[in-house]
């Protein structure tokens, strides 16, 4: 199996179903659509789609049920992207190279377009779950709905955003890390196994290795963020520490940091064993993402 | 039946089930939870959960399962109007007599806690439709997340701050109160009619009541804001005028849109006739709604 080649085509059918799923700028409200679909099409890794695709097919999941979904994990990460680039929070011009969604749209429509991609996405997965007459999909929907919430993404968000010139210790670093963006990625592996149909056993198993994989991410991120360069980031680097925030990196050092990444890593590894060949896509893509520079 | 008395009593059961639904303060990311409970017990009339209710109970339906979703129309609500009052939408400092959620909170942690509160909505909504195994309650999410999106709620919100300063004709009126208030306030009446389980005719002749009456609350919104005092609305008056927005009251002259407030009610009122006894709470409701002055 080509990995890569798998990859890039995971991606391109994530792109497909997010043209389909979000509307067609039209009538008096055009703008909204048009600022929901330029951060949907901003150059996204679509981490998040491809992970739950993979769990999904880890179990030997079939049908058309995956894709409405893991559109739908990819406008919740987008929504979160512009409410968090917005002045009031980050305050950033540029993401992947490009400008953010206020910088295009104004504050006003940029708040309205996350709104808008965040409600978009409850509507398309309870309209797949209709669709599907499953109870999977309404397990699915109720994971992604709680790790998006107060007690998984927004709040790491608040939690990082109280925090910024702030001492704050590990744990409170560790609570950032594990809800403003682990419990996302978590809830695609999740939430992609039961959809697939699952057992038990295979469920917990995917959802340790997104744990792993999740903060693994995040602790490179914080790596990243120090010893890359603009150009390949495609972000300012060091906007950490100009915000005055602590990361791993800070806390830690860089050389921990780095034994941790490799820490996770092996545990997540490890959770990939019961799936044999079948977690053999999940096991390079980790390896993958943990070598990354950008 | 004492009407006034049956309103006090279902904006107290209101009131109760959201203290139930919002989670108490508590943890690392407190400040958010208070801050979804400051917007959400500031003052709120609970109309849009109240109507959800009567109309419920007008097919004759039993049972708990409407108070979640009562409670997450309500949410719903509240994360709007968050959003609305911050300096990037109507900028209003305060609202019910209240200081608005980002002048306690800071304009960050008001984002944060409008989303929350929408996600809050459907995590609410996604436990309710599991725990009662029912397939009505996932017709009723898709109404409401539909009647929130861009093609409704958020697409009003949408055209009506782009309209700001603007002469805009009587189509994009229409369009902005259509959306805006209405779609919300009809598909409370039709989903608390598809949650009670009314035949199709019930559930039609609702969601009509609902379009009539949210029509009327809006142009009565406008009318208010011209010839009501800052005290009795509890929020500074004329700031349509001030923040240059058409109402129909600009467009369509005092007399007429009271007329139009009139039509509206007639036609709401014939709804209702098919519920005969069933219906005089939501007959005087929607009579009690057109007389308020605030």
Redo the contacts between chains.
């Keep these: 199996m080509n990995f890569k080649k798998e990859l890039d085509n995971k991606v391109e059918i994530t792109n497909k179903y997010l043209e389909e799923f979000l509307?067609q700028p039209q009538?008096?409200?055009k703008?909204?659509?048009d600022a929901?679909r330029y951060s949907s099409f901003a150059g996204g890794k679509r981490l998040r789609p491809v992970l739950m695709m993979s769990a999904f097919e880890a179990v030997g999941g079939v049908g058309e049920i995956i894709y409405p979904f893991a559109c739908a994990l990819e406008m919740i990460h987008t929504?979160s992207l512009i409410?968090d680039d917005?002045p009031?929070?980050d305050n950033d011009d540029y993401r992947r190279g490009k400008l953010t969604n206020h910088k295009v749209y104004?504050?006003?429509?940029?708040?309205?377009a996350?709104?808008?991609l965040?409600?978009?996405a409850?509507?398309i997965m309870?309209?797949a779950?209709?669709k599907h007459?499953s109870?999977e999909a309404?397990?699915a929907?109720?994971i992604i709905?709680?790790s998006?919430?107060?007690?998984g993404m927004?709040?790491?968000?608040?939690?990082d955003?109280?925090s910024e010139n702030k001492n704050i210790d590990e744990d409170?670093l560790h609570?950032i890390h594990e809800?403003k963006t682990t419990a996302i990625i978590q809830a695609a592996l999740k939430a992609g196994a039961i959809l697939g149909q699952g057992s038990n056993e295979e469920i917990k198993a995917l959802e340790r290795f997104g744990y792993c994989l999740g903060m693994a991410f995040q602790v490179q991120d914080d790596i990243l963020d120090v010893i890359s360069t603009q150009e390949e980031l495609g972000k300012p680097i060091k906007s950490d520490e100009r915000n005055g925030k602590a990361t791993f990196v800070s806390l830690k050092g860089l050389e921990s940091s780095k034994e941790y990444v490799k820490l996770l890593s092996q545990d997540a590894a490890h959770q990939l064993e019961i799936f044999k060949e079948k977690g053999q896509f999940l096991s390079w893509l980790s390896e993958y993402l943990m070598s990354r520079t950008y």
Tied chains: 1, 2.
Aim: charged letters at 15%.
């Design positions: 509307p009538g008096y409200a703008v909204i659509y929901m929504y409410h917005l009031a929070m104004g504050e006003g429509l940029a708040i309205l996350g709104d808008a965040l409600n978009l409850f509507e309870i309209k779950a209709k007459k109870w309404i397990d929907i109720d709905a709680s998006a919430g107060v007690k927004i709040g790491g968000q608040v939690v955003l109280i409170i609570y809800n």
